[in-house]
Every structure is written in C-alpha cells, then in structure tokens.
C-alpha cells in the first residue's frame, strides 16, 4: 500500500483533468486496458444494426445480398433463407455476449482504477491537511474541512466510479456511430451532428448554472456541518446556558439556505432531462421523416433506415444519460474544485530548500529580537530576547493574552516570526527540517490531547516503538500506574475521545508520561497545573519534577508555586519582557513580579483563612 508520507502541493493548471492526473497516472495501464475492452464493446454495439438489416433485406423481403456482404457471407448460406436467418441470429447472439461481457470487464477495470484513485486522493489530502501550519486552521472551520475530506471526495468517486465508466463508453459510441454515418449516408450524419451540437449547447448551458448552484450548496453545506460540531463539541456549554433553541435556530438557518439551493438545483435538474428528451424525439421523428420519404423512393432500403434509426437512437441514448448525471457531474465538479483549492494551499511554515537535521540540545537556545503577531491588528510578541541554557528551567509568566504560549509556538514552528531569529545551538530553527526539530520536543499542554486508543498507545503515542517495559516505567515516573492498573483493562484500556471518563489530573498524567517516553532533550510545559485540585497539583507536580530532571525546560506557568526552583523566570507583559532573573531577585526588586507573587499567595493565605473560620463554625 502506498505510504504518504511528503505530498507534493498540486500546482495550479488550467483544468480538474490535469491536475488531478497525478493520482490517475499510477493506474494508467488499467485505465488504457479498460478503454481497449470498452472500446470492442463500441464495435460490437456498432456491429448490431447490420444483421438485423439483413434479417429485414434479404430473409423477410428475399432481395439479393449486396457488397459488401455477398463476398463475406459463402453462397450456399445466402442460398439458404433458412440457414441464413439462423446464421444472423446466432450472430446477433454473439455480438451481445461479447458487448456484455467487454461492458462488464471494461467497466469493473474503470471501476476499480477509480476506486484506487479516490483512495490516494483520500489519504492524500489528510496527509496534506496535517502538513499545513495551525495558522491555516486559524483562518478555517473544521466542519468545512471534514466535509471536503468526506463528503466532497466522496462526491467525486460517485463520479469516478459510477459516472464516468457509462460516459466514457457513451462518448466512445457517439464519435464512432457519427464518423460511420457520415460514410454511409452524410444525410442522416449530418442530421445526426446538428441534433447532437444542439444538444451539447443546451446540455452545457444547463450543466454551468447547475455547477454554479452546486458550488455554492457545497460551500453552505460545509458551513452547516461546521455551526453542527461546533454546537455538538460544545454540547455541555449549549445545555448548561439552555442554548439548545438559539443553536437549533442557527443551524435550520445554515440549512435552509442550504435547502433553497437544493431547490434551485432541483429546478434545473429536472427541466434538463425533459429538454434533452424531447429534443432526441425530435430528432427521431426526423429520421423517420426524411428516412421513410428516401424509402418511398427507393433511394435507401427499410434495413438501411433500420440501421440508420438504430444509430441515431443509440447515439441519443448516452446525451440523455447525461442529463440524466447532470447532479453528479456538477456536485462532483464543485467538489473537485473545492478539494483542489485546498491541495494547492501551501502551508505557512515549510522545510527550507537546504534544510538539514536539528541534533539533540548541546549548549543554548536564543531568541534574538522576535516580533510576531497572529495578524497585522494586534501585536503578539515584540523584541523579545532571551536564552535558555542547556540543562536548565526558565518559566514564562504574565497574565492570560501576555504572550506565553506564542514564545512555546515559535520554538515549535506552528508560526515563524516576521522579525528576529530563534536559535538552536547557534543555528536558526527555520534552517532544520520541522520533523527532526519537533523529534527534539516534548509537550505537556494545558489541555492533552488523549486519542481513542489504549492508554498504551496513547503513552507511546511521541515513539510508537517505546518497549513496554519504558511505557509502564513512564507512568510509574507520572504518578499514572495506579489509576491506570485499575481501569477495566489496565494499559489494554481504550480511552474514549478526549480522555472522557478520567479527571484531568489523571490526563495531565499520562501526557507527563507520554512526555517521558518521548526522550526528547528539550520539555515545553504549557500551564500544566491549571484547573487541577491541589491533591492532582501535588501529584502532578511530582511527576513534572522527575520529567524535568536532567532536561532543558522552558515552562509557561500561571501558578506561581510551581515554578519556585526555575533558574531563570521571564515577566512578559502585552507582548513584550518586562523582568527577568532569578525568582528571588525579582522578589527583591518589589517589581512585576512580586506584585503577581504577593497578590497570588495572599489570595491563597484569604483562601485558607476563610476556610478554617468555615471549619471551626461547624466543628
């Protein structure tokens, strides 16, 4: 099975077709083997008239045969009325078996090919979705991004698996049925053409405005799906302010515009097929018109106009197929454009063109000048410039919105600085590939990130190949091994999404010890202890302490007692450093930092105060 593992962008090109070819071109022997297959069964379905032309000719009105067909039939079977009927029967019979069965192999080859098709787009547009940098997902809702996963691509094998095989057979049978009837007769060719151009004019003066409604009814749907999960992630938050009307309402919003586009397209839809008909009867009615006056003056025979007739009606047939695939052709082509536009999407941070692997942390890491900012309104960062020695622990503090957890996403490059350099040992950080830079980092967020998978996978989820005997030495380290010996299965347990079912202090955990087994040289913690108890702080902090052992940590903290024995604490204030130093001497200074210390600890002291007043009142 393919692996992807680096998906190459999709460079823009004038037409679906080509760019999408890329994912076609591994299965084109099985797609040209389909076509050759397919096209015998053209053959065949052109071969079919002429018997019956003989059937009606020379068995039932007993004329003589005519070149070609007297020096291609022997005589003693066209002597033989009888034997000659039997003959063009079993010929007929043959001709079907051989169109049934070039139809079904050719069409199960197109069918499979597609199948594969789809599937490569599938897995490559998630390995393209997890490629783009956070800051895309910034700017975009994840309803909308899964139903182009789902959803749209699903659209397009709809197209590639069902549509398309009858198409490519149609067409196949219309160029040919038009090219031999401009030798037989150019009367009925030219006849045929004009019906057929009037209807391609028509067919694409409707498959346009249906591609236009079905475009933007595969952007409302997208919107709809996006209001569905952000209400139905949020579902505690609805139920507990009793939103569930005012998010119901929004969502028949989203959906009713969704379901006058549906209309609209309905509209058009169904007036399509009733055109297309009636211009096909028209063009029968003409065959038969001039046909029968060309027969009435001997100038053609009743097999010809058989042949004729048979013709021209095979040929209308796939031009009413098509508007009958009208839907699908245009909410596959709304589709294919929308899945396009995101495969072209380059990411905002990407592997230089040189880049080389980042090496385990030796001496330091520097911000030198970064500014950043998420957008040109508001500054995030400015001129901020520190260093973190090997070995050592800085923490970040400030209030909520300072700029803590940007400095954290700088150093992992989910955002580059517009200004300023972030050096590794010297090297700036955009000069390594982001997969061996991230390979040096380990992560223990505010809020971790648990998966549907056994609390083993989900411990070894940063080194997949850990042991597990480093697995279970992780969680004894993370104060984890307790709980999860006691869970239904013990490390076998499946987690629900999100860790539902454990507290967050045990979720905490097992990211400490994920963390752990990831053997990274250098530990990010991001307000690890915020939300937690102080019986889940103590263990938690424990576990913390043991996994900064010997590591280079940089901690962003807004509990104080956490970060007491940091070597070095960073004051950031909107965005820019306002104090630094060791956590007694910014003490000493009765500066930024003592005014966050002293107003912390002295809502802990009222805390406690006021709890002991309760407990002696009642004791």
């Known amino acids: 099975m393919?692996?992807?593992?680096?998906?190459?962008?999709?460079?823009?090109?004038?037409?679906?077709?080509?760019?999408?070819?890329?994912?076609?071109?591994?299965?084109?022997?099985?797609i040209v083997l389909a076509l050759c297959i397919m096209l015998i069964d053209t053959i065949s379905s052109l071969a079919a008239p002429w018997p019956v032309k003989l059937i009606f000719d020379s068995v039932l009105l007993h004329k003589p045969l005519t070149?070609?067909?007297?020096?291609?039939?022997?005589?003693?079977?066209?002597?033989?009325?009888?034997?000659?009927?039997?003959?063009l029967c079993v010929v007929l019979l043959v001709l079907a078996i051989v169109s049934a069965l070039a139809t079904y192999y050719g069409m199960r080859l197109l069918t499979v090919a597609g199948q594969r098709v789809i599937f490569d787009l599938r897995c490559a547009l998630f390995t393209h979705l997890q490629q783009l940098s956070p800051s895309f997902y910034d700017r975009q809702r994840l309803g909308d991004l899964l139903t182009r996963l789902t959803s749209d691509v699903q659209t397009i094998q709809d197209l590639l698996v069902m549509a398309l095989p009858m198409l490519v057979l149609s067409v196949m049978i219309v160029a040919s049925m038009l090219i031999i009837l401009l030798f037989i007769n150019p009367i009925f060719s030219v006849l045929g053409v004009v019906i057929s151009l009037c209807i391609f004019f028509v067919?694409?003066?409707?498959?346009?405005?249906?591609?236009?409604?079905?475009?933007?009814?595969?952007?409302?749907?997208?919107?709809?799906?996006?209001?569905?999960?952000?209400?139905l992630l949020g579902i505690r938050v609805v139920q507990a302010f009793g939103m569930e009307a005012h998010s119901r309402q929004r969502y028949q919003e989203m959906a009713a515009h969704t379901l006058r586009l549906g209309e609209r397209s309905a509209d058009l839809q169904s007036g399509l097929p009733s055109v297309v008909g009636l211009m096909t009867d028209i063009g029968t009615l003409l065959v038969l018109g001039i046909g029968g006056l060309l027969v009435m003056r001997s100038w053609i025979s009743i097999g010809d106009l058989l042949v004729f007739s048979s013709y021209l009606s095979t040929m209308y047939k796939p031009l009413r197929q098509l508007s009958k695939f009208s839907n699908t052709?245009?909410?596959?082509?709304?589709?294919?454009?929308?899945?396009?536009?995101?495969?072209?999407?380059?990411?905002?941070?990407?592997?230089?063109?040189?880049?080389?692997?980042?090496?385990?942390?030796?001496?330091?890491?520097a911000f030198e000048h970064v500014h950043f900012s998420y957008d040109k309104e508001r500054s995030a960062l400015e001129d901020i410039t520190f260093q973190v020695r090997q070995g050592t622990m800085v923490a970040l503090v400030g209030h909520t919105g300072a700029g803590k957890s940007s400095i954290l996403?700088?150093?992992?490059?989910?955002?580059?600085?517009?200004?300023?350099?972030?050096?590794?040992?010297?090297?700036?950080?955009?000069?390594?590939?982001?997969?061996?830079?991230?390979?040096?980092?380990?992560?223990v967020p505010q809020d971790p990130m648990l998966f549907r998978a056994s609390v083993r996978e989900n411990i070894a989820y940063g080194r997949p190949q850990a042991t597990d005997e480093e697995i279970v030495a992780a969680a004894i380290a993370a104060n984890a091994h307790d709980f999860i010996s006691h869970l239904p299965q013990g490390y076998d347990t499946v987690l629900e999404e999100r860790g539902v079912g454990l507290s967050g202090g045990e979720r905490q955990r097992i990211a400490i010890a994920r963390a752990m087994v990831r053997q990274a040289s250098l530990l990010l913690l991001d307000e690890p202890t915020v939300g937690l108890d102080a019986q889940s702080e103590e263990k938690v902090v424990q576990a913390l302490e043991r996994l900064m052992a010997g590591r280079t940590t940089l901690i962003s903290a807004h509990r104080l007692s956490t970060i007491q024995r940091a070597d070095c604490i960073i004051v950031i204030d909107k965005g820019r450093i306002v104090e630094m130093g060791r956590p007694a001497d910014l003490l000493a200074q009765h500066g930024y930092y003592y005014r966050l210390y002293a107003l912390q600890f002295h809502l802990q002291d009222q805390t406690q105060t006021t709890s002991m007043k309760v407990l002696r009142r009642y004791s």
């Not at 692996?3 to 099985?30: D, E, M």
């Not at 995101?342 to 692997?357: F, I």
Request: charged content about 20%; some cysteine; glycine content about 2%.
């Open 409 to 443: 996403h700088l150093l992992q490059r989910f955002y580059d600085p517009q200004r300023g350099a972030i050096l590794l040992d010297g090297q700036d950080i955009r000069q390594f590939t982001l997969a061996s830079l991230r390979q040096q980092i380990a992560l």
């Open 2 to 30: 393919k692996q992807y593992t680096n998906t190459p962008v999709i460079p823009k090109k004038p037409g679906l077709i080509r760019s999408f070819w890329c994912y076609a071109q591994p299965y084109r022997r099985h």
């Open 203 to 231: 067919l694409r003066i409707y498959l346009i405005s249906i591609k236009q409604v079905a475009r933007q009814a595969r952007r409302q749907e997208g919107q709809a799906n996006a209001v569905a999960q952000e209400n």
């Open 67 to 87: 070149a070609p067909w007297s020096q291609i039939i022997p005589t003693a079977v066209a002597q033989n009325i009888m034997l000659l009927f039997a003959v």
């Open 329 to 365: 052709l245009t909410r596959a082509s709304a589709s294919a454009e929308r899945v396009l536009d995101l495969l072209q999407t380059r990411s905002d941070v990407a592997d230089a063109r040189n880049a080389c692997e980042a090496l385990p942390l030796r001496h330091a890491i």
